[in-house]
Every structure is written in C-alpha cells, then in structure tokens.
C-alpha cells in the first residue's frame, strides 16, 4: 500500500534466497485453500481465486497517512472489486495509448501525402494551358493536312522522275558506248590487193562493198548521235523538275513537320501531366481515406477516454459513500475529505516530458495547462487546433498557442492521456478544538488516525504489526480495543504485539505465542486467552512476568 513495501520485497528476497518459498492455508466459507510463494515468484500461486489479506507493518501504520497515493489506497481498500475495476483502468490504457501512437502515426502519413500532392494545383493550371495549344493546333490542322496532300503528290511526281532519270542515265550510257563501237569501225584499214586473173576482179567489188559500209557506219553514227542529243535534252529538262520538285517538297515537308513536332510535344507533355495529374488524385483519395480513418481514430481515443473516465466515476462514487461512512463513525474525531480528480501531479510530470526538447518556453505554461484543460481536452485542442479557444482557455496570446499546440500534434500524447489522474483524499484529526490536516500531526496522532480508519474496514482480512507502537494505553483500550471488538462480527484481525492489553481486552479468539532459535520462527504455543498456558504467556510477556503483574495490581489497587 505504500513505498515500503519495495522493501518487505527486498527483505523476503534476503531471508528465502532462491529456492525458499512461503505456504499458507486458508480457510474461506468451509473452504480451504493453499497459497505458497518463493521470494522470485511475481504472484503466489494458489489452489483456487481468493481475496487477499490487507498487512500493515509498523512502519505502513506511521507513514500511511502522509502521502497522497496511501491515503487513497487505505480509502480503496475498503472497496471489494477496486482491483477490477483498476485492471479495466489498466487494459483501457493500454488501449487508448495504442490507438493514440496509431493517430500519430496517420497524421504523420497524412502530411506526407499532401506534400506530394503539392504540385497538383500547378499541373492542373499547365493542363489547361496545354489544352488551350492543343485546340489551336487542331484548328490549323485543316490546313496542314493540305500542305500534306500536295506534298504526297510531289513526292509521288518525283519519284516517277527518278525513275526516267536514272533509265536516261542508262541509255546515255548504252548510246555513247554504241558510238564508241561503231566509230572503231571506221578505221583507214585497207584490203590487201588481188593480183591473179581469176581474184582480179573482186579489189573493185571490196572497195566498192567497203565504201557502202563507211556510209552505213557514219549514217548510223549520226543516228545515235542524235539520239543521243535528244535524250540530253529530256534528261536536263527531268534534272531540273527534280530540282524545282525537291524545293517544293522541302517546303512543304518542314511546314508539316515543324506542325507535327510541335503538335507531338503539346501532346506529349500533355499525356505526361495527365499522367501525374490522375496518380495525384489516386493520392488525393488516400488522404480522403486517412482522414477518415483519422476521424475513427480519434473518436476511438475520445470514447477509451470515456469510458476510463465512467469507471473513475464510478470510483469516485465509491470512496465518497466509504468516506461518509467513515465521518459517520469517526466523527468528531477524524474527518475524511476527498476531491474528485484533484492529484494531477503525473499528468504535469508527463506533459514536461512532452514538451521537454520542442524549444518552447512551457515550464510556466504546465501548471496553467494541467489546472485548466483535461487531458481529453488537450487531445481535443491538439486535433482539431483549436488556437483561439485554446488560447482563451488558458489565458494566453493566439501566437504563443498555435506554437504549443502545433508542437503537441506532431507528438504521441499517450503517456499524457494514460498519465494518472487520481481522486485526492486528506485526513484531518482534531486536537485542541480545531481540525489539523494529517500532514501536520506527530507520529503518534498520524497512527491514530491510520488505525481508526484501517479498523473500519469490514470486507477484508487485516494483519496488523504492533498497532500499540506510538499510541497511548487510553487510546487503545477505549478506541483501538473497541474498533476490533467491533470488526470481529464482520471479519478476521490478525495482530502482532505485545500489550497485553490488546489479546486481553479484546478477547482474542486465538493467542499465538512465537519464538525463534535465530535462525527461523516457530510456534511455541497457541489457544485462547482462558487457556492457562496462554495466560501464562500473556503474563510473562507482555505484563513483564507475574511480580510485575502483582506490583501494578497493588499499585492500581491503591488508587482505587
């Protein structure tokens, strides 16, 4: 129930080492059930569920009181199903502190995907410039498409002239080589004279057949010549239509080509911005989809919030009937206060953890933030950045909001969210006629005022050590010996002590005398307080032996 038992840890490790362990039986409603736990085990182990005891050591009784957590721990433990409802407490927390490391997560992917959205607004505005070039190009289009016809036919009408050129150049070629050969012809060979009578008259015949070919020859030179020239004629006349043909065709060909190239380019360029533009729309619906999902989320977070907050309620509905019950049975002399979600101590401590590192100047901005605005609100202000009303919440300019809360979205705001925001008891006792707050009382008042409530509680078994320590005999045997008089109806007190006015006064069901060699403890004897050997032990313990016993009877015999 309080720091101290860190060290009733430490010390059950040094006493059972690693293979010693610890074995109880209970007995619960004519059941019994077996616990045992070794110094390494986190939980006992056990035979079947049960309600554990509530143990005060000497030093618990004493300190108790004066923190907050202990004073609302003594207040829970009055509450059967306090640990339930903590353990629900626990797993929405865990829950609410991973749906808020997922909000995080979304936003951070929501702010990348509108930064690759950035340049969506550019490209619509270059696609509707490149529409517009496109429309113009396909209003000339007509015209081109003229330039393209005359341009098919010259290139078709030079084509067919290439074709006579290059025969041309062949028969050129074919009518110089006929010329070569025919002029060879006509050479001034002369034929061998016949001299003898029969041959005599063959030398006229030869030089006559002779003569007839020169002529033939040189008429079918001059033929080929001619020819020839003819074909010149053509063949300049085809050269120069190519030529006049092949500037036209260069015209027109650059006039269709430069329309085309640039005609390409606005739709190629158009194509690629299309492109980009449908890929960051695609994206523009992940974002419509990470905002809703974002939206879930956070009413996700809202609603664990919600609900944790129900149960806090609850609790709070709780302790306020065990708190009025508590200065019913006390009153005068103890009074129980408690304010609801008052402890906000953690959730200062997490939100510097927050902010420690963001360059902001928040140290005197915590205690404002943690007085005034929730941790569900500060989730609120911090989602939906609300600077003006945050800033009117906590009594500061709109600038110095905005910069605080535009840190806080950026972060995880789990630890701040499941940060433990208690109810806050106090303890007032009063002395001398007027009402001190426990923080103010001596060790022997603060033990009063722990047991006077740890007695009232009814629900629980209680092990109590040496509850005498620092308390007046008037005290225990008119307030402390009533108190458990009155709990044995309801429930078991277990005690360790040696006032013999505790076992004696409050009829001890059961007296258990321990020892030890040094080593370990063991039981010496046990029974009730008419047993003999009990009275005995009663006797020579805790009134100092039966002289003492005698010595203070006559002394108190005399007063009387």
């Not at 293979?19 to 619960?28: A, F, K, P, Q």
């Not at 009413?299 to 919600?306: F, L, M, N, R």
């Amino acid at each position: 129930m309080s720091s101290s038992s860190d060290d009733s840890s430490g010390h059950a490790v040094s006493i059972l080492q690693g293979s010693g362990h610890v074995s109880i039986e209970l007995e619960h409603q004519g059941r019994n059930i077996n616990v045992s736990r070794s110094a390494m085990d986190k939980e006992p182990i056990f035979s079947e569920p049960f309600v554990p005891p509530i143990v005060f050591s000497q030093k618990e009784i004493e300190t108790i009181s004066l923190n907050t957590e202990g004073r609302l721990n003594l207040i829970d433990s009055f509450i059967p199903d306090v640990h339930e409802k903590s353990r629900k407490i626990k797993g929405l927390n865990r829950a609410l502190a991973g749906t808020s490391s997922q909000l995080i997560q979304l936003r951070k992917e929501l702010a990348e995907l509108r930064e690759k959205t950035a340049p969506l607004t550019r490209l619509k505005e270059r696609k509707k410039i490149l529409d517009s070039q496109q429309a113009e190009f396909q209003k000339r289009n007509k015209v081109v498409s003229n330039s393209q016809i005359e341009l098919n036919e010259t290139q078709n009408k030079l084509a067919r002239l290439m074709v006579d050129i290059e025969s041309l150049d062949v028969i050129k070629s074919l009518l110089g080589s006929k010329i070569s050969s025919l002029s060879s012809y006509l050479s001034n060979k002369t034929l061998p004279l016949l001299y003898s009578e029969e041959a005599l008259h063959l030398n006229k015949a030869l030089n006559s057949a002779a003569e007839q070919d020169i002529l033939t020859i040189k008429q079918a030179i001059k033929n080929n010549e001619a020819m020839l020239n003819e074909v010149e004629v053509v063949y300049n006349a085809l050269t120069n239509t190519r030529l006049t043909l092949d500037a036209a065709a260069r015209e027109k060909r650059t006039e269709v080509e430069k329309f085309t190239e640039g005609a390409g380019e606005i739709l190629s360029e158009l194509g690629r911005v299309k492109q980009e533009i449908a890929q960051l729309e695609n994206v523009g619906k992940l974002i419509g989809d990470r905002e809703k999902k974002l939206s879930e989320v956070y009413e996700e977070c809202q609603s664990y919030i919600e609900k944790i907050n129900k149960i806090k309620s609850e609790l709070f509905d709780n302790r306020n009937a065990i708190i009025e019950m508590l200065n019913s049975n006390l009153f005068p002399t103890i009074k129980v206060s408690i304010s609801p979600q008052a402890n906000l101590s953690f959730y200062g401590e997490a939100l510097e953890r927050t902010l420690r590192g963001s360059g902001l100047k928040y140290k005197e901005l915590i205690p404002v933030i943690v007085e005034k605005v929730s941790p569900a609100w500060l989730l609120y202000y911090s989602h939906t950045l609300k600077y003006e009303d945050f800033a009117v919440a906590l009594g500061i300019q709109v600038d110095r909001a905005t910069r605080l809360l535009g840190y806080l979205n950026e972060q995880d705001l789990g630890p701040i969210l499941t940060a433990k925001v208690e109810d806050m008891v106090d303890f007032s006792l009063l002395d001398n006629g007027l009402y001190k707050n426990v923080t103010e009382l001596s060790i022997g008042q603060r033990c009063t005022v722990a047991l006077s409530v740890i007695l009232e509680n009814p629900s629980r078994v209680l092990i109590i050590d040496q509850p005498e320590d620092h308390l007046d005999n008037e005290f225990i045997a008119q307030t402390l010996i009533k108190a458990i008089k009155q709990r044995a109806t309801v429930s078991q007190t277990i005690l360790s002590s040696h006032n013999a006015n505790i076992p004696v006064l409050g009829h001890a069901a059961n007296v258990v005398n321990l020892e030890s060699n040094g080593r370990r403890g063991f039981i010496k004897c046990i029974g009730a307080t008419d047993d003999k050997e009990i009275r005995d032990v009663i006797e020579a313990i805790m009134e100092g032996g039966k002289d003492a016993f005698r010595q203070r009877s006559e002394f108190y015999s005399d007063k009387l």
